[in-house]
């Protein structure tokens, strides 16, 4: 079966809401039911608010109620681009927060009773063992984060495949159900005191004075405060924002039950993502894989994904041939030029959370979090997002080159990978032939020595005859 990411997963907790149809005045209004919408108008009105949240579809319909569940701390950038940008001491904090996003949906998925399974592990698909030190000794002593770096032979016995060398394991990160945590949220949010509307599009905004003014096709609502949480479809009421990011679909497959042979391929248990962010994958339902790869900057047909999710598969884990894929599906998150979300207000009463890109679990809970606790506790911190401005995405032109730059870099990371692989089986077969070498010389050793031996013993004989 194969899906776009227009329909609620049958089993997903999905439930429908009623379309706002009356006039209504409250402290904030938030658009877009996807994970960073819930969660803002979720924490504020812990926080004491009135909260009205609308959603142009249904809850969770994209790339929120489609996603991996992958929860890990970081962004969708290298934390070495963001010390570039903005120096070490705010990168520290911005990871910080990031981890504070992981706790987050941690906390949430424990109040949603939802199950979850630990640990997330970062496979490299290079041989560079020093890189690895670096980056631990960055997020271990640096950063103060919770990570144990694995060296080859541990990760091949984790996971059997010689694509892979040295990993970083992540034990506080986790993996969830995420095509149902969105409405488990969705319902935390509504036992907060949410009220959530469903195909309520939000047309317009004026925000301009005290109370700003919010249009839906049948009412208009007037609030305090607006967040825009509208991802890639926030469309009408914010234009400048909606060019700012690149529309970028990734795709899933889930394969059908493997056995035995999946068990023996793969024993470790959490979620394993690659340093180039092309694979990302996991054991669901006891032996099936959840594989995650490509992205595009169009959308594609799921199904012939699906056909390369095999191929991926077959390619990482040959043991496992193609296995059949059972479902299938996409979802569009907005890329930013400089890949961090956007986070903060836009100007007095307007926030904005959106363009977490693939890594949008735990940042989006961070934003959420962190913009609920701004309105109505005065938390500053959003300014820590202040210089990853709003950069116009390109429009056409730019996703024309997002698309060469995304395969430019799975290129480069299969180039990268192969010269690893290339390297070590050469640095094998230059053991071995060190190996035989040495084996060799200490025959010829052995060989001149008997010969000297024997030498020393014919010198003597003459002697003991004499
Ligand atoms: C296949 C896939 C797998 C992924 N896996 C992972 C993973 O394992 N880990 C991870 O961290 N991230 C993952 N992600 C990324 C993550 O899912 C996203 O970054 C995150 O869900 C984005 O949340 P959001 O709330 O910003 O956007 P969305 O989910 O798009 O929600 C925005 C909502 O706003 C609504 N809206 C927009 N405009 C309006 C309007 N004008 N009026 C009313 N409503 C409006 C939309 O209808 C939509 O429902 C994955 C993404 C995909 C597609």
């Given at each position: ?210 109370r700003k003014r919010v249009y839906t096709p049948d009412v208009m609502l007037r609030c305090s405060d607006i967040i825009l949480a509208g991802n890639v479809h926030i469309g009408a009421p914010a234009q400048r924002l909606h060019g700012t990011m690149m529309p970028t679909w990734r795709y899933a497959a889930l394969t059908g039950p ?209």
């Amino acid at each position: 079966m194969t899906s776009e990411a227009n329909g609620i997963a049958a089993d997903s907790g999905a439930q429908e809401r009623p379309r706002l149809k009356f006039k209504i005045d409250v402290d904030i209004v938030v658009v877009g039911a996807g994970l960073a919408g819930l969660t803002a108008a979720r924490e504020a009105a812990r926080m004491g608010a009135s909260v009205i949240l609308l959603e142009s579809r249904r809850v969770g319909w994209n790339a929120s109620g489609n996603n991996l569940g992958t929860v890990m701390p970081g962004y969708s950038v290298p934390v070495e681009e963001i010390i570039e940008r903005v120096g070490f001491e705010d990168t520290r904090d911005l990871w910080k927060m990031s981890e504070e996003g992981v706790d987050y949906v941690r906390a949430a998925a424990s109040d949603a009773a939802m199950p979850l399974t630990d640990g997330v592990l970062e496979v490299s698909n290079v041989d560079a063992g020093e890189q690895l030190i670096r980056r631990l000794q960055m997020l271990g002593s640096d950063f103060g984060s919770d990570v144990e770096g694995w060296q080859v032979d541990r990760v091949r016995e984790s996971l059997k495949t010689r694509r892979y060398f040295h990993a970083i394991h992540f034990p506080k990160a986790l993996s969830i159900d995420g095509r149902q945590y969105v409405h488990g949220l969705a319902a935390l949010a509504e036992k907060a005191g949410v009220r959530i509307f469903e195909n309520t599009p939000v047309l317009r905004v004026d925000p301009n004075g005290v109370r700003k003014r919010v249009y839906t096709p049948d009412v208009m609502l007037r609030c305090s405060d607006i967040i825009l949480a509208g991802n890639v479809h926030i469309g009408a009421p914010a234009q400048r924002l909606h060019g700012t990011m690149m529309p970028t679909w990734r795709y899933a497959a889930l394969t059908g039950p493997l056995g035995e042979d999946l068990a023996e391929a793969m024993t470790y248990r959490g979620a394993v993502t690659d340093s180039d962010g092309v694979d990302q994958f996991r054991i669901v339902d006891g032996d099936r894989l959840l594989w995650m790869s490509r992205e595009t900057t169009w959308q594609g047909d799921a199904s012939r994904h699906a056909r390369s999710a095999r191929s991926r598969i077959a390619t990482i884990f040959p043991q496992l041939g193609k296995p059949e894929i059972s479902e299938a599906w996409s979802g569009v998150y907005g890329q930013t030029v400089h890949g961090m979300p956007q986070v903060g207000q836009l100007r007095k009463g307007m926030w904005v959370i959106s363009g977490f890109g693939r890594q949008g679990l735990n940042t989006s809970a961070m934003a959420g979090q962190l913009v609920a606790r701004s309105i109505l506790w005065g938390d500053d911190r959003w300014r820590l997002f202040s210089p990853f401005e709003l950069v116009w995405a390109g429009g056409t032109a730019g996703r024309v080159a997002g698309q060469a730059f995304l395969s430019f870099s799975r290129k480069k990371s299969a180039a990268m990978g192969l010269l690893s692989r290339v390297r070590e089986r050469s640095q094998a077969r230059a053991v071995a032939r060190e190996r035989a070498r040495e084996i060799r010389l200490a025959k010829a050793k052995a060989r001149v020595e008997a010969d000297r031996e024997r030498a020393a013993a014919a010198m003597q004989r003459p002697n003991e005859n004499s």
